[in-house]
């Protein structure tokens, strides 16, 4: 190869790769050492799924040829026709190449792939620059040893020949001892361990006698202290401090019998300290001596003058956790990829992936767990990558792969199924066995599109991909993680920047306190009381009025505020439950808990804090939990839950039993079988299921209604109804043996203000009747005969409304409020009977007159 002829670059990357490939063989520990390194480097260089090397028929290293049986008979026949096919378990047929290690009779690199749309001689020039290094090494290593044996069999030459040989060797470990550690500072080890190599390296040159480093220490006045000391016996840290000063800072000062041998220290070229040598038995250092002493000490004043360099460099560039780059040098990378697009031809696309999962493995086993799964992550992040691609962590549990090709799209996806696959494999940690999964979005780069938005738009398609595996749900296997792929369009700017400005806003509305909480009564049927107050959250946004949780809580998941937003809310609940309680002392309030903060370690601890700030009773506090996490893993639930019911509180199911109109009504989630394992108290019926017991085809809604509340009252669990909004329902729900139930019937969400003043009126307190009121349907049958007996009279001055009739038999109609009612009127008369009533809504109707109505139905 010219290198003259070489542009610069091309020149750097192949110095840069020669050094990779020399450094990495010469590593080795053995010869056969060396050949599996190098087997390895040709699979990363040339992505091959086969490489061996081979002697004959003889296999000494190799990767992807399976753990138990070597094909060795395949891999004899290809290096004797120079090429060819074998069998390779767990692969299949592969097509190979083979390439003789020059200067290593009979010893050829085997490189095989199964893509049959693969050339497989391609990249065969990395793998004849490999197979030359291979050479070259395993030769020195051959000269060593032989070298080796030579100063063996001349140890009784003469003296000056020893010690030429011992200087050889010396400076041989030297040059060494200096790639290991060029290598140790390129990798960004820790300076303290650094300074230990380098002590340890020089008692190991010098046959083992002890070595101390002294430096100063800049937290006491730089008075000197010994930071490594290696070697037996180990010398004396008051003479070790005494030959550092003695020195002076400069220069090396060969030892005696009484005094260490010491080179100085500097950093910048200010003395810090000394590397300090024990010759109390061997005698002043001769001049080779003092040259591997002083070179030593040099090794230790470069690390501590780059030390503040190289932690700059970490800080700026990679993560310290996986040692993957960071966001910064991913998108100085990007824009060198987006820069070079026209010159070298390859599209560049950009994976976002996040981890599902990882939260869950966070809060249940700790940050040391999580932090373990994430550097395992990167790993296996690492292996799904080709040569070029690069893997970065851009924080928490995100991370971004850069992907470069002819094909960028078609390689991205096979990209992201690969790390779906690797990423959903079982993790050990901690003695448990822990499952993620990965959404990932992908953005393929177009002209004028900036690393910065590249990366942004990533990160939407990301969400959306996210989106759709919180949708699967309970739909996905079972010990399995959801995670789906998403490649970005165009029509999902707005939708991110809808939901960027929605997490904004909700930061600053946490800030500026612009939530309030509403409360909806929850009513027993069976006289009427309000046994409780369910807190609903309103957001008074500034633009966009009130919001209810639907609006806002979905689309900001991951936003800092909402674990604070909850934390308000339980505190705010609590605190005004204690002052209704003064009022009516049974009075209960229902706080409703995401499934995220569900499943938080601090959830439990969360509910306590609110409770004691507030003095409450913790059994007046009721915490709904989604249904939906009878999904999550059992043992993880159950533990959660039972850290929240030891709070003291109440715990109940909401949206249980669920009617899905995607399946034609069918009933999901009627079984309270899994409760019996769970610690709740009770479970909420969903609304959906409400809402068809009094329609047409509500027999099989209105049946497992019933079955529920008997299993619940034999399980000792309370059953609650919810969204009741017509007396019908509320007639049936009682007849099905539900006691306790909340909807627009019974009273709508009102503000403090508006419920604490029905409270002190007594309002909504326990209702007794005094009177018999007629149940709907005679009420309604009543206002049919009335109206015609008044045609007979021939007073009739129109049709008698449902209204009239409740102004006569119960007063005035009071004034409107929120839960108003609208009483049906019978159907239709037969010809010849007049005009048919007009429904008329009776907007006074409180929920106390309903209740009378339906303790006279039963």
Known sequence: MDLAA?????????????????????????????????????????????????????????????????????????????????????????????????????????????????????????????????????????????????????AQGAAERTKLQQALRQREQVLTTSVRFQRAVSSRRPLPELLVQIAASSSELMDGRAVTLVLADPRSQMQMRVVAAVGEPVLDPALALAAANALGGFG?????????????????????????????????????????????????????????????????????????????????????????????????????????????????????????????????LRRCLRGDDVAARLGGDEFALLVRDVDPGRAAQRIATRVQTDVAMPLETH??????????????????????????????AMYMAKAESHAAGPA?????????????????????RLRR???????????????????????????????????????????????????????AERSPAVEELWRWVLRTACTQAAAWREQVPDLSVTVNLSAAHVMTRGAADDVRAALTAAGLDPTALVLDVPAGLLAEDPDMLNARLKKLRATGARILLDDFATLDPGQGGVLAGHSLAPLRQLPVDGVKLDRTLIAEIDGPDGVDALAAVRTLCELGAALDLGVVAEGVERTEQAVLLTEA??????????????????????????????????????????????????????REEGTDEGPLDAAALFAREFGPAPVPRDGALAIPLAPSPPAGRGPAPVPVPISGVRPTDVRRMLDQSR
């Open 476 to 496: 996905v296997a079972a010990g399995t993680v959801p995670g789906g792929v998403v490649v970005f369009e165009a029509d999902m700017h707005d939708a991110d």
């Open 252 to 380: 090396v000062a060969v030892g005696d019998e009484e005094v260490p041998a010491a080179a100085a220290v500097h950093i910048n070229g200010r003395s810090v300290g000394a590397l300090v040598l024990d010759t109390r038995d061997s005698g002043p250092l001769d001049p080779v001596g003092a040259t591997v002493l002083r070179a030593f000490a040099e090794h230790a004043s470069m690390a501590l003058s780059h030390a503040d360099t190289v932690r700059a460099v970490e800080a700026a560039s990679s993560d310290s956790l996986t040692s993957l780059p960071n966001r910064a040098t991913l998108l100085r990378q990007l824009e060198v990829a987006l820069r070079v697009t026209d010159s070298d031809g390859l599209g560049t696309a950009v994976l976002f992936v996040d981890l599902n999962g990882f939260k869950q493995v966070n809060d249940s086993l700790g940050h040391a767990a999580g932090d373990e799964v994430l550097s395992r992550v990167a790993r296996r």
């Open 6 to 154: 070489l542009p610069a670059d091309q020149v750097e990357h192949a110095a840069g790769l020669l050094e990779h490939v020399l450094a990495e063989l010469s590593a080795g520990t053995s010869e056969r050492d060396v050949l599996s390194r190098a087997a390895g480097l040709v699979a990363d260089l040339v992505d091959a799924d086969v490489v061996a090397v081979c002697e004959g028929p003889h296999v000494h290293g190799g990767v992807g040829l399976g753990q138990r049986f070597l094909p060795e008979r395949g891999l004899a026949r290809v290096v004797r026709d120079g090429g060819g096919a074998f069998a390779v378990p767990g692969l299949g047929r592969v097509r190979t190449s083979v390439v003789e290690v020059p200067g290593l009779s009979g010893v050829h690199l085997v490189v095989g792939r199964s893509d049959e749309q693969r050339d497989p001689d391609e990249g065969l020039a990395a793998v004849r620059l490999v197979g030359r290094v291979l050479g070259l090494v395993v030769l020195g290593r051959h000269g060593r040893e032989r070298e080796r044996w030579h100063r063996q069999q001349g």
């Open 737 to 790: 043996g539900c006691s306790v139930a909340q909807g627009i019937l019974l009273g709508a969400p009102r503000s403090v203000v508006e419920l604490g003043s029905e409270l002190t009126a007594d309002e909504l307190g326990p209702v007794e009747p005094t009177a018999a009121v007629p149940a709907l349907a005679d009420l309604v049958e009543f206002t049919d005969e009335a109206a015609g007996e008044a």
């Open 431 to 460: 003695g448990t066995t822990v499952r993620v999964g990965a959404s990932i979005g992908i953005a393929i780069a177009e002209d004028g599109v900036g690393a910065a938005e590249l990366l942004r738009r990533a990160d939407s």
């Open 501 to 555: 400005q929605l997490e904004h806003d909700l930061l600053r509305a946490v800030q500026e306190d612009e939530f309030e909480l509403a409360y909806q009564p929850i009513v027993r049927l069976a006289d009427g009381a309000v046994v409780g107050a369910e807190a609903l959250l309103r957001w008074r946004h500034r633009t966009r009025g009130v919001l209810e949780p639907g609006a806002f809580l979905a689309g």
